[in-house]
């Protein structure tokens, strides 16, 4: 079994030739959309501010991100340039707001060409999906690569030290795993990775969709 879908060879490709760019990124699609917009107001992003989203996806967040930020302060990655293009077709309502070259393809999180002053980061259901080393590869980069930056949030699954290496049922019923797609962490590991990587570390108590939790990772001085 693969670790995650999204590494299948010809999974994207299968996926967007039957219409499915929003099932693939997890449906829920307003309802994630408009949850995601929400915590973003929350934790204080402003549309001043420059934002990066990492592993976007379908556009779920930029169909409603950018038209709420001034213009010019959205860029994308994922691991699929042709997933992003595939939402920036369907379901941005103005084109004009969002230069698609701005949209950059990237599975290593190595960000190359996006600009180095970013000030708010985001990957929204990424690391559900990827082992903890990418989630350190990916602090590491963050940091490096974008030194004004104000927060890094991002998304895990988290479950309890006993039971860790079994399967956990989450809030609302998603089945994570410690070794397979959906992965959970323990909380004083993702703690220790982005203390490492230079930031501090808030877990969210409140639970995101299907049980998620947000971290915020703020640059250490
Ligand atoms: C569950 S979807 C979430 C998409 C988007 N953040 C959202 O909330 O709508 C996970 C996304 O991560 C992307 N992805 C998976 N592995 C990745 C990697 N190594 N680097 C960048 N993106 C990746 C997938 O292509 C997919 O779009």
Known sequence: M???????????EEALS???????????WDETGRIQMRMLAEVGVGPTDRFLDIGAGSLRLGCRLVPWLDAGNYWATDASRDLMLRGYELELADKSRLDPARLI?????AFPGIPEDIDVALAFAVFT??????LETALHSVRQHFPHLRMLLFTVFLAPDEGFAQSHRQKDGVVTHPDRTPFHFRETDVARLVTKAGFTCEVRPDR???????CIARPTA
């Not at 693969?2 to 994207?12: M, N, Q």
């Not at 393809?105 to 999180?109: I, K, L, N, P, T």
């Not at 999906?129 to 990418?134: E, R």
């Open 2 to 12: 693969a670790i995650s879908p999204y590494l299948k060879p010809g999974f994207y």
């Open 18 to 28: 039957k219409g499915r760019h929003r099932d693939i990124v997890g449906g829920r």
């Open 105 to 109: 393809e990237d599975a290593d999180f």
């Open 129 to 134: 999906h990827l082992p903890l080393a990418s």
């Open 208 to 214: 995101l969709p299907r049980g998620q939790v947000l």
